[in-house]
């Protein structure tokens, strides 16, 4: 049965509101991961340029004393080159994690704010629930 103007334009906000809130926690665990994976590049790369005479030249002790420029050169090199499979595993983990918590399903069409029985994620996620097993 077809909802009223008004409790169907609540309904809407209802079900933008929570997928807008599905969708920035997706982005938080996402960042989350991708910042715990991705650490060591950031942090050889990071080294790298601070080192390097034609980039930032700090006046550290560690820069004077173990990386001159072609250490720092081999630094940025090798943080460049280690990025690319841990961008592998850190979107596997997410994808891993984002099946396991099932949060992709949990995401709500605008439809259902047009006929009486609101959203309800068990009722209208048992059909797509397959698609993750």
């Not at 250490?71 to 690319?84: H, N, Q």
């Not at 850190?90 to 994690?97: E, K, T």
């Not at 099946?99 to 059909?127: D, W």
Request: with cysteine; aromatic share 10%.
């Amino acid at each position: 049965e077809p909802r009223g103007p008004w409790c169907c334009l609540a309904w809407t906000l209802l079900i933008a509101t929570m997928n807008s809130l599905v969708f920035l926690l997706n982005l938080l665990l996402m960042f989350v991961i991708f910042t715990v994976v991705l650490l060591p590049t950031i942090v050889v790369v990071y080294f790298g340029f601070q080192c390097h005479s034609q980039v930032l030249h700090s006046s550290a002790r560690y820069c004077k004393s173990v990386l001159d420029d072609n250490s720092s050169s081999a630094l940025i090199i090798l943080g460049f080159v280690i990025m690319s499979p841990l961008l592998v595993v850190a979107m596997a983990i997410y994808c891993s994690l984002a099946r396991r918590l099932q949060l992709l399903v949990c995401f709500q069409p605008c439809s259902l704010a047009l006929y009486k029985g609101g959203p309800c994620c068990a009722r209208s996620c048992n059909t797509q629930l397959k698609a993750w097993v």
